[in-house]
């Protein structure tokens, strides 16, 4: 138990009569990747939020570095380590690279009453961490929107990494990017696990988690359908559990008789 | 690792990274959003220096004159702006200047209090009712456009409801002897610089009265307080942690929020700013006329609005700027009153600044296209 | 780029063209916006005077009733230097700065229609209008000499001191009994306080504003009957007055007769800036009796913009 990083055991939540969730374990490991996998409407979103400390776990616990934790707001998961980047990544085009990396957390100069935001500072520390990810910033105090779509997200994780994330949560990290930047985004991804830090991959595409993952848990319905390491499992297969592959071998059978019917 | 961050240190000593195209100075400048205003005040200077240029509009008395009403404007367009790059609007300004009038003048008048009393009081208002808007926006959620807008039609309808209660009419005269010995109310009322106007006219630089004295006795409050804003404003924008938070408030408030940004709290103040800087404005007028009136300061939100947007400030939130604003409310000062030194009809000043906010919008937005384009 | 700094070029240049400046000899500054049906009148009277005397002008208001905003258009107005100003003066606080700024440096005032107390401790030189107490005594005799014992004076805007002036006058003129009636500016909040009144034995009516108050108490006696029994009067002229006159509904209008408050203050310092003439105290342009015997020619008049 105690080599595990973070575990959410038996995780449920319901809003009135509606199960979103019930029964989900995740438990990771330092330097594991873990995929979670489900199609839309599988429960990933309400999932994420409580991961992130938004909504509070109906049954279940979270348990971090050993201890049994409740998060009040995602402040606090914040605070632990916890570090969640949305889709839309909580970046404002408008403002430039410095301004976004430091956002809410901007390193501050001067006498007590007349602090100002140490604007050197924060372009020179933004300038080197987006270098070291292999980002060249030609210009720190360019607007985030001249960036591409795989960049702004690299820009996202290397902030929540800088600032201390232990657990790094991914919404759909790759959906909205083609091949080449999608790439770029899980190879960071693997740096950043490779440098200990627990990851949760939550996406629906399978070709860009199989890769990745270490371990893949299925969500469907509300309910994992398992956790399984990547030596057990193929990417067919995960591909027709999340598809809900036996109604779909049903179907192939019912258009088969159709067909035949109508010839 | 090494090899990547040494190339960003042989960075500058390139100076030819192949991403880098040559972008024409002039281009970059443009970029910011406040050189479109800064322009637009220029081509208003020389189109009256052209049109107007000897019949008084450019004399020491003429151009106080109005510099005096773009001062004032200034002084809530930059609070709107603000706000505007917040994400918030504030209809209620308008409404705000008349109802502040009226907190100065009727405890003066009617209640006896001392003049420096009632300006703390109106200020205290401001807070009040800076603080309902924000907090009505921040804990409904309704767009502020909505909320102010019935904040306008409240204060409004207090304001002349409660001065005909107390006073039986509309407005409340007999400030301006209150104003000596008063230890506050000086410095919304105190010509400045006036020994440099003095000594002007002592070389007769500038016209002079028939005792001798010059006509244009000093610089007005209102110019003083604008640029004091004007400086303090972008100095919290530009260079404070408080500043990033206004841009990531209107930029983007569930991830600014997301990311530790208290949103709700820096919206609030920014309602505060506009109440008080409306209060600001009504402290001058009502010591300068020597009176307040209930419908003083109707519609002067738009105004303040067109100048923020004129100076740059996207109505969407996240990018704008103070100076700009400050720009943009020259203009609308210059050209309200450059107008009555030409033969053109008054009332076209209203298509001026509905055209210039036009203008302005479709600047903007092709500015912004240009700053967020992706590769 | 190079086409949008073009665009502006020209668009400067033929702005530039198309507008010119004016050194004007006279520059009048009223409360009264020209599009007004009343200022209109006055504006009128200035354009004509302006014309007879050969000399230039200009009329200037600010957009809406706010003398913060005259107050700038009076400054902006001393320095274009022009030989005289013509002022109205609905509030000498807020405008008393701007007026003797203009009066030491060099200008000489007149001012028209409102300030008839105020004026003179300014500096101003003299001052063309009605004065309402004055004008309130003459249509308080005049009712009197129609008989009238028990009087409503309905004031529309209680606080203001030029309409309870034209009560007070009326009262005095009038020597009979004569009650006050406050009461809003809507029309038919009006119409009904006075309904409201007429059981009480009035018989005669006064009111202070004639397309607002007048038209509503008539109105009043229309719908109880009462025209005829009981005398209306009032103070300035509306369409609706006018010719409920020419009908012998209503007794007299009084007409402050604002043409002259345009013209003659032109043709005043038209005198004075070619021989140093200027009248002392108050030419009274008011009161000017409308009644029943001379209504249509007034008419007339008025559909031309001259009453």
Redesign the interface.
């Known amino acids: 138990m105690s080599d595990y990083l973070v575990q959410f055991n038996n995780i449920s939540k319901f809003f009135g009569k509606v199960i979103a969730l019930k029964d989900v374990t995740m438990k990771l490991r330092k330097g594991e990747i873990m995929c979670l996998l489900g199609d839309n409407g599988a429960g990933k979103s309400t999932l994420i939020k409580t991961l992130a400390g938004v909504h509070k776990p109906d049954e279940g616990e979270i348990i971090f570095e050993g201890e049994k934790i409740i998060f009040d707001s995602p402040k606090d998961a914040l605070d632990i380590g916890i570090a969640t980047v949305y889709q839309d990544l909580a970046l404002v085009p408008l403002m430039s690279v410095t301004r976004n990396f430091f956002m809410g957390r901007e390193p501050l100069k001067g006498p007590p009453f007349l602090k100002t935001f140490d604007i050197e500072k924060a372009n020179k520390i933004a300038a080197e961490r987006m270098g070291q990810i292999g980002i060249d910033v030609r210009d720190p105090s360019q607007a985030v929107g001249t960036m591409s779509g795989g960049e702004r997200q690299c820009l996202a994780i290397s902030r929540a990494i800088y600032f201390g994330a232990k657990v790094l949560v991914l919404d759909e990290p790759t959906s909205a990017l083609g091949v080449h930047q999608a790439s770029v985004v899980l190879k960071y991804i693997v740096k950043a696990a490779s440098q200990g830090l627990a990851v949760i991959l939550i996406t629906h595409n399978v070709h860009h988690a199989y890769p990745v993952g270490n371990s893949f848990t299925v969500l469907n319905r509300g309910k994992s359908l398992g956790t399984y390491e990547k030596k057990n499992i193929t990417r067919e297969k995960l591909l027709s559990m999340m598809a809900g592959g036996e109604e779909l071998d049903k179907l192939e059978v019912e258009l088969k008789e159709m067909n035949r019917l109508s010839s | 690792m090494s090899t990547k961050s040494k190339s960003i240190q042989s960075k500058t000593e390139f100076n030819q990274d192949e991403r880098l195209q040559k972008v024409s100075k ?2 970059l400048l443009l970029n910011r959003p406040e050189l479109g205003a800064l322009g637009g005040a220029i ?1 208003v200077f ?2 009256f220096g ?8 450019f ?1 020491a ?2 151009m106080l ?1 109005f510099l ?2 773009s001062a004032n404007l200034g002084i809530i367009a930059i609070a709107a702006a603000m706000l505007m790059i917040g994400g918030e609007f504030d209809l209620s300004i308008g409404s705000m200047i008349g109802f502040a009038g009226i907190c100065i003048a009727i405890p003066a008048i009617y209640w006896g209090w001392p003049l420096w009393m009632s300006i703390i009081f109106a200020f205290s208002m401001a807070v009040l009712v800076g603080y309902f808007n924000g907090i009505l926006v921040v804990r409904t959620g309704l767009p502020s456009f909505i909320v102010t807008l019935a904040m306008l039609f409240i204060l409004r309808g207090a304001t002349l409801a409660l001065t005909r209660l107390i ?5 409340v ?2 400030l ?1 002897v209150l104003i000596e010995n008063d230890p506050i109310a000086w410095i919304f009322a105190t010509d400045t610089f006036k020994w440099l106007f003095t000594w002007l006219g002592s070389i007769n630089l500038i ?1 002079l ?3 001798g ?1 010059p ?1 244009a006795t000093g610089i007005p409050p209102s110019v003083i307080w604008f640029i004091f804003l004007a400086i303090i404003t972008t100095w919290i924008l530009m260079k404070t942690r408080y500043g990033n938070w206004i841009f990531a408030s209107g930029g983007d408030k569930n991830g600014a929020n997301n990311v530790g940004v208290p949103v709700g709290r820096v919206k609030i103040s920014l309602f505060i700013g506009t109440a008080v800087a409306a209060t600001i404005f009504a402290t001058i ?1 009502v010591l ?4 307040a ?1 209930t ?2 300061g ?1 519609l002067k939100e738009l105004e303040a609005i067109a100048a923020a947007v004129v100076g740059g400030c996207l109505l969407t939130g996240g990018y704008g700027s103070a100076i700009g604003a400050a720009f943009g409310a020259i203009i609308f000062g210059t050209v309200s ?1 450059g107008i ?5 009809d ?2 076209w000043f ?1 298509v001026f600044l509905g055209a210039m906010m036009l203008i302005a919008v479709i600047f903007n937005n092709y500015i912004r296209r240009k700053v967020t384009e992706s590769k | ?1 190079k086409k949008i700094y073009l665009t ?1 070029a020209a668009v ?1 240049s033929w ?2 063209m198309s ?5 004007v000899d006279i520059i009048v500054v009223s409360h009264g916006q020209a599009n007004d049906p009343f200022w209109s009148v006055a504006k009128n009277g200035v354009d004509k005077a302006c014309k007879d005397m050969k000399i230039s002008c200009k009329y ?1 208001a600010p ?6 905003e005259m ?3 009076i ?7 022009p030989k005289g100003i013509v002022i109205t003066l609905p ?1 000498a ?2 405008l ?2 701007s007026v003797k ?1 203009a009066i ?3 200008i000489p005032v007149i001012s028209m229609n409102s300030g008839s107390d105020d004026y003179m401790k300014l500096g101003i030189s003299a001052h063309v209008g009605q004065t309402e107490f004055e004008a309130g005594v003459g249509g308080g005799q005049k009712m009197k000499a129609a008989g009238g014992k028990k009087a409503l004076c309905v004031n529309h805007e ?3 001191v030029a309409l309870d002036r034209r009560c007070a006058g009326f009262k005095k003129g009038f020597g009979g009994s004569v009650e006050i009636l406050g009461t809003s500016n809507d029309p038919t909040e009006i119409q009904k306080a006075v309904a409201a009144k007429l059981g009480g034995g009035y018989d005669t009516i006064l009111t202070l504003g004639a397309g607002l108050a007048g038209e509503a108490a008539l109105k009043a006696l229309e719908s109880a009957g009462k025209v005829g029994s009981v005398k209306l009067g009032t103070f300035d002229m509306s369409p609706g007055m006018l010719k409920a006159a020419a009908a012998g509904k209503v007794e007299f209008l009084i007409d402050q007769q604002q043409y002259l408050q345009g013209y003659l203050p032109i043709s005043i310092f038209a005198q004075y800036m070619r021989y140093g003439t200027m009248p002392a105290g108050v030419v009274m342009t008011g009161p000017g009796f409308v009644t029943p015997q001379n209504a249509k020619s007034v008419i007339k008049w008025a559909a031309q913009g001259y009453r």
Request: charged share 20%.
């Open positions: 002039l281009r081509l020389i189109f052209i049109v107007a240029g000897d019949t008084g509009m004399s008395y003429g004159n005096d009403v006073t039986g009419r509309t407005q005269p007999g301006r016209a009265r028939t005792d004295t006509l007028q300068d006329a020597g009176s009136d419908m003083r109707t009153m009555f030194y030409t033969d053109v008054t009332d209203k | 780029m502006i400067m702005a530039m507008v010119a400046a004016l050194a200037t957009a809406t009733f706010d003398m913060v107050a700038k258009l400054d902006n107005a001393v320095s274009q230097k509030d606080a807020a008393g700065k700024a030491s440096a060099g209680v606080g203001n």
